[in-house]
């Protein structure tokens, strides 16, 4: 029986051992705050904001807002993130992505202050990671991370593919896969675009991460016998449905769900990871500006 890994059950766990944390900050006189910046109207981009804001209520984190119209520069985007980086208040800044084609998103996540920069984005933070000393590990390969260990794959000494080379995911995910440390030590190959014969890499994996963003690129023919698959896609394709479409991920889930040993649904697999880590990130950063230690799980 192939094993269905629940990204919510995984989630809840960290977030309600995340409360004794927000408790330990707010008997210190702490109390976390993440602000979220959209410049967007993109549905998706919303609703993404909406839900962060939602689980930082639900554990005790003081969400700040920012909304900017799309049609703005981007110095007022960068005035805007000045004032985040001033504001104490303010531990964790989380600009949504992606932002519009105008927009300098290099200049954008730079200017935000590394010790709040709870994407772990910043070039700063980025080279701290490949360094094998992470600060904030970006939200989705962490939240990967803890699903492995929480469905008993240990990346150790194994074959790990992952689909997809963005900053947001497929790096970072490379990255953490080939530390020396647990959750790594994983022989990792990134595949992307241009990759020749994508099938012939996944088929010899015993981890596939699929984070290219296309709908259903991976089947059940490009999956190993017994394998470890983690769907990070979340596409929107028209369907005759209410809203008009559903979302389906990067794997095409019934075909590959007959090869591998254990896999991530789409939705309810990697997307409530994301959220318990960005929460994660956030009272860490709390952590590190007020200097309270705390127990982080
Ligand atoms: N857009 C898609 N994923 C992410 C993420 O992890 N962080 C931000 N800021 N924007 C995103």
């Keep these: 029986m ?34 979220t910046v959209l410049m967007s109207d993109d549905g998706a981009s919303e609703t993404y904001v909406s839900m ?24 007022v985007l960068l005035e805007r993130i000045d004032d985040l980086n001033a504001d104490p208040a303010v531990h964790g800044i989380l600009v949504q992505l992606p932002l519009p084609d105008h927009i300098d998103d290099r200049a954008v996540l730079e200017r935000i202050e590394p010790t709040k920069d709870v994407d772990g984005f910043h070039p700063e933070n980025a080279g701290l990671l490949v360094a094998g000393e992470p600060r904030f590990k970006p939200c989705t390969p962490h939240g990967i991370q803890r699903l492995l260990a929480a469905a008993d794959v240990d990346t150790e000494g194994k074959d790990a593919v992952v689909v997809g080379r963005s900053n947001i995911v497929g790096k970072p ?33 015993d981890v596939v991460i699929a984070a290219a963003g296309y709908p259903e690129l991976i089947d059940g023919s490009m999956i190993g016998e017994g394998a470890t698959v983690i769907d990070v896609g979340v596409n929107r394709v028209e369907a005759d449905t209410e809203k008009g479409y559903e979302l389906v991920g990067d794997v095409e889930f019934e075909s590959a769900k007959a090869k591998a040993d254990a896999i991530t649904p789409v939705p309810g697999g990697v997307g409530p990871m994301t959220i318990a880590m960005l929460l994660y990130n956030t009272v860490k950063a709390a952590s590190i500006q007020a200097d309270v230690p705390v127990s982080l799980p």
């Design 173 to 205: 995910m490379a990255n953490l896969l080939i530390q020396k440390a647990d959750g790594g030590n994983a022989t990792t190959t990134v595949c992307h675009s241009r990759t020749a014969d994508l099938g012939e890499k996944t088929r010899q994996a």
């Design 52 to 75: 962060k804001q939602r689980a930082c209520a639900e554990l005790g984190i003081e969400s700040v807002h920012a909304e900017l119209d799309p049609t703005e520069p981007t110095d």
């Design 2 to 35: 192939t094993r269905i890994i629940d990204g919510n059950e995984v989630a809840d766990g960290i977030r309600s051992e995340l409360e004794s944390c927000v408790e330990t900050l707010e008997s210190a006189g702490v109390t976390p705050g993440l602000a």
